[in-house]
């Protein structure tokens, strides 16, 4: 029986945003997965930034996505260098493709997922991590295909 | 105009390495000076000589390094943005410094002293930032937990396995079990490695680099003048800092490209010094490839062309690397993963050493040796010198 993962050790991570990535946290304290789109030349990108690469407009949209995802690459923390992790391993810090925004990934963990089961290409999909500083963080599931 | 051939390393100056704290109780800029002292002492020169320094990775503070070591004026004091991706492309901003005519004895130096923050937790102590919260709400605590990511998709991409890990690990294991001044020279069997510990799969602990305390100075001066300085001057024939927005922030953005993210970030610095040092791959007696984790080392002798895309694995499972039989023998002091830690400066280090035929494992004939600074954030850096 393969371990599970889990999520991440909370106390390390202390959430703090500005004007350009507060709508992300803020749609996911609703659990909305959302993704920064180019107001003007419609491109996504991923962490939000104030301009466009592609065409440098500062207009922004945050549509909602679909919440699925392709795993992009993994790998499996399983002991601790500092003690604040040994109470969350093993954890798997991941990568995932989002096909709905354009194929940005978001860094993230892969939760409640059998460490053997984890393959890269494997269909994922938005589970949310609910911190006791009521932060949520969006982690994913592995998506059963059988 | 380039800087190429123009300048020369005409001294170098270490200090041991100390496995991570047991340089204490001396201070860090204690070190750096000991390694600056040691550095124009070989050249035959002394400290009031220095007019310049080039730093990377923050660098140190200049006024305090003049005031303990009473440096009487500075005409130069520059440092690379970003961190150890710039330890081989800070001679090159030295050499950029002499060749402008801004200063005429410029010296590098990098040194780390890891007592209370260890590298391996490097992330967890970052402040936290609007822009960090993308990778640290992750649990990326190291940049171990970041670079497993890469390595885990250059295998996925190219069939790379762990036991091409292991052929990097242990033939560097190999180098630095002959270097006297190395941290780790116990023996390292392939059970060894895989019977280790996992800490961040891939990548287990002998994949990962050394935490060492110790500091490394090179002066570098015009080559004119380093032939009448005491020591045979070490030319430094190309360097290249930079690269290209694909790769990036790299593991703090982690959107690269399919064919960046599984790389080295290195390819637009290794075009620009070849073609600055106006040599090939082919040319290129040994390197010394900046080895923080070992699949790196792989992705770093794709992006300089020692091999074809994806073919790194393969390449060092050849035997290429080793020292005895290889073709292109790669840090032979044993690198970071096994002789030392210091940045990046001890690949500067023992490039210096190969040319002036001083090295412990010395390459026959060297002639033109590689240096690369670390894949991480650009600049990512590259350097060769020459005979």
Known sequence: MSEISKAPPPELFTLTTDQWTKPFWEAAAAHRLVAPKCGCCSTFRMPPTPFCPNCLSQALEWPELSGHGVLYSYTIVARAIIPEMAAHLPYVPALVELPDAGGVRLITNIVGAPLDALEIGCPVEVVWDDRPDGVSIPCFRLVRTD | ?387
């Open chain 2, 1 to 387: 105009m380039t800087i190429r051939d123009k300048t020369a390393i005409a001294g170098l100056g270490s200090t041991p390495y100390y496995k991570r704290g047991t340089s204490l109780p001396q201070t860090l800029p204690e070190l750096v000076c000991k390694a600056i002292i040691a550095a124009v002492d070989d050249a035959g020169l002394t400290v009031k000589d220095i007019d310049g320094f080039a730093y990377y990775s923050e660098g140190f503070d200049t006024p305090y390094l003049m005031e303990t070591l009473g440096i009487p004026e500075i005409r130069y004091t520059a440092t690379l943005t970003g961190s150890g991706g710039g330890s081989a492309g800070a001679v090159g901003l030295a050499a950029s410094a002499i060749v402008s005519g801004m200063a005429e004895t410029v010296v590098v130096v990098g040194g780390t002293q890891m007592a209370e923050q260890r590298f391996g937790s490097l992330m967890s102590a970052y402040p936290q930032t609007p822009e960090n919260a993308f990778f640290s709400s992750a649990g990326l605590v190291g940049p171990g937990h970041m670079f497993a990511l890469l390595a885990r998709r250059h295998m996925h991409l190219y069939g790379t396995t762990r036991e091409h890990f292991a052929e990097v690990a242990i033939s560097t294991r190999l180098n630095a079990m002959r270097n006297p001044g190395a941290v780790m020279r116990k023996p390292m069997s392939r059970d060894d490695y895989f019977n280790a510990p996992m800490i961040a799969d891939p990548c287990c602990l002998f994949d990962f680099c050394l935490e060492t305390d110790g500091a490394i100075a090179v002066v570098v001066t015009s080559t004119e003048r380093a032939r009448d300085l005491r020591r045979d001057p070490v030319r430094i024939l190309a360097s290249t800092h930079g690269g290209g927005r694909d790769w990036g922030r790299a593991l703090y953005w982690m959107n690269m490209p399919d064919e960046a993210f599984a790389s080295g970030g290195h390819a637009p610095v290794a075009r620009g010094l070849y073609a600055q040092a106006g040599v090939t791959p082919g040319d290129i007696d040994c390197a010394q490839i900046y080895d923080h984790f070992s699949p790196m080392v792989i992705t770093q002798l794709e992006d300089y062309g020692f091999c074809g895309k994806g073919e790194g694995g393969p390449f060092v499972a050849s035997g290429a690397i080793r020292y005895d039989g290889g073709s292109l023998p790669v840090n032979t002091d044993g690198g970071q993963l096994s002789a030392g830690y210091i940045w990046g400066m001890s690949h500067v280090r023992e490039g210096v050493e190969q040319l002036r035929g001083t090295a412990v494992s010395q390459v026959a004939d060297a002639e033109l040796v590689l240096v690369t600074g670390g894949p991480s954030s650009l600049p990512v850096s590259g350097l060769i010198l020459a005979k």
